[in-house]
């Protein structure tokens, strides 16, 4: 046994058990966990550490255009830096299509991009607007085969949204295809509607944004995308929860057998909607769609989580910085309406989870485990090389300090967003070495990985559509209208 890195004395948690170990690692994968391992070239004491697999985050914009045309804040390099200080190893970002380009253009784009710049371990989602027959005979299969297998659609936005006609193929394309679809589902006519009444009255301030995206637009495009995935009996993953009863329908849903899974983010645990009611513009600091709502809604979405309704715990990254280049295309002068929409979280995603969940006793350690990483791993098809500390898997590793205390501040995170909206939070635990793939990429707070250091891991299926039978009930009219699925 001749390791190259050796982690020792540590207290590993998986999502399924914690016990003490040490873990030999050679050629960037674990090939050994055992009490009392020899040390390594290189051999690190973890004692007093908890030693947990790297997170994953599996919904971030990195260096992407949004709907609306504006820039991330973050490339790959600020992104990934970001993530890694907070002991994320691995991103899925979106590759994004806008209506008229060209899926294989758009993907070369991304890889290009992020070959070049990332620092951690790296894959993507496509988001599809234009789901045409090439797109969805040619460029999904290929993505696919290619180890992009999933994809997020819309039900809002002007320019990103489908309708029901076309959310029915999408699905029943990913079915065929052993894809994942990530929804974002709001009721586009509503939000429309509300927002129209809303500057029509003059009512234009950063805090409108929560009046216009009502709990209810939400509700009902989940259950409507329930329902149409039920209809072609094909996986979704609902993202971003933000709602009391959007958790409620989702748990009905899941408990009728429904092929549902779903997201939920740091915002909606630790923000609110009246946290926007703030003078000027400081309240678009806040503004994010689904916007957070109140303390009833912060509750339903620990309890999902808690009670697994809500399986993945992501940061939904959406960095932009506060002024024209941003969040505020018009300056002072930004409606609601036109505010980029979204909150930086890659690095406090973890450590804000760690403290209120597991340092307060909310949450075990391999919940915790499970919400950050493994389930990622197995929902987005990265299992088992990623999400566990297990022979085999890629020796994506963070140590944590549980005593740590960090008062949170804009200028301490590697972000390239300016602000934050978890300033002056007081956080209990800390990220203090952050392993990808057996190179220490931060340790006591000092980056060691280089631009370009990161890989694009291809992924396999994800697990939903492994193993879900096609539904008995929905056998015959599966054959009636050909639907197919991937074996
Ligand atoms: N949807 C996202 O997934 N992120 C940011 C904003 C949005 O609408
Ligand atoms: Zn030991
Ligand atoms: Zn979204
Ligand atoms: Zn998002």
């Known amino acids: 046994m001749d390791f190259d890195l050796t982690i020792r004395h540590g207290r590993i948690s998986n999502a399924d058990a914690t016990f003490h170990a ?28 908890w030693v947990l697999p790297g997170g994953i985050d599996s919904h971030c914009h990195i260096e992407q255009l949004s709907g609306m045309g504006v820039m991330c804040a973050d490339d790959f390099y600020s992104g990934t830096v970001s993530a890694a200080f907070g002991g994320t190893t691995t991103i899925l970002s979106f590759a ?27 894959g993507f989602h496509l988001i599809l607007t234009n789901p045409d027959e090439t797109a969805l005979r040619e460029h999904l ?5 290619d ?28 079915g065929e295809l052993g894809a994942l679809v990530m929804l974002h589902a709001e009721n586009h006519d509503m939000i429309r509607w509300v927002a129209h009444r809303l500057l029509e009255r003059g ?8 009046v216009a995206h009502d709990a209810l637009a939400e509700t009902e495009a989940t259950h409507r995308a329930i329902a149409l995935a039920r209809l072609v009996d094909v996986p979704v993953l609902i993202v971003h929860v933000a709602g009391r009863e959007t958790v409620e329908v989702i748990r009905a849903a899941r408990q009728l057998g429904a092929p549902v899974l779903a997201e939920s983010c740091p915002q909606y645990l630790f923000l609110e909607a009246g946290d926007s009611d703030l003078p000027g513009m400081e309240g678009a600091k806040f503004c994010c769609s689904p916007p957070p709502r109140d303390a009833a809604s912060q509750q339903a979405v620990w309890d999902g989580l808690l009670d697994g309704t809500l399986g993945v715990f992501s940061s939904d990254h959406a960095p932009y910085r506060f002024d024209a280049s941003g969040k505020l295309p018009k300056g ?23 403290s209120e969940g597991v340092m307060t006793g909310r949450m075990g350690i391999e919940q915790f485990v499970a919400l950050t990483a493994t389930n990622h791993a197995r929902m987005y098809g990265l299992a088992p090389r990623k999400g566990s500390i297990a022979i085999g898997a890629d020796a994506d590793i963070a140590l944590w300090d549980p005593t740590r205390v960090v008062d949170v501040t804009a200028g301490m995170l590697h972000d390239n967003v300016g602000y934050t909206p978890y300033e002056g939070r007081r956080i209990t635990g800390w990220p203090t070495a952050v392993y990808s793939r057996g190179r220490a990429v931060v340790r006591d707070g000092v980056l060691l990985a280089s631009r370009g250091s990161g890989s694009f891991v291809p992924r396999g299926r994800p697990e939903p559509l492994r193993t879900s039978a096609p539904s008995p009930q929905r056998g015959a009219f599966s054959a009636l209208v050909g639907l197919k699925r991937a074996d």
């Open 332 to 354: 002072d002068a930004t409606t609601f309406k036109e505010m980029a929409n979204g909150v930086p979280g890659i690095e406090l995603r973890l450590p804000l989870l760690f």
């Open 22 to 49: 040490d873990i030999g690692i050679q050629g960037g994968r674990i090939t050994a966990i055992a009490p009392a391992l020899p040390a390594g070239r290189e051999d690190v004491d973890a004692s007093g550490r």
């Open 203 to 210: 009512h234009t301030a950063p805090k409108f944004h929560a």
């Open 96 to 122: 994004a299509q806008h209506r008229n380009d060209a899926i294989p253009e758009v993907l070369a784009d991304y890889h290009r991009r992020a070959a070049e710049k990332a620092v951690i371990d790296y």
């Open 141 to 145: 299969p290929q993505a696919v085969r």
């Open 147 to 174: 180890g992009i297998s999933s994809l997020k659609v819309y039900m809002t936005y002007d320019k990103l949204k489908l309708d029901d006609y076309q959310l029915l193929d999408v699905m029943a394309t990913a």
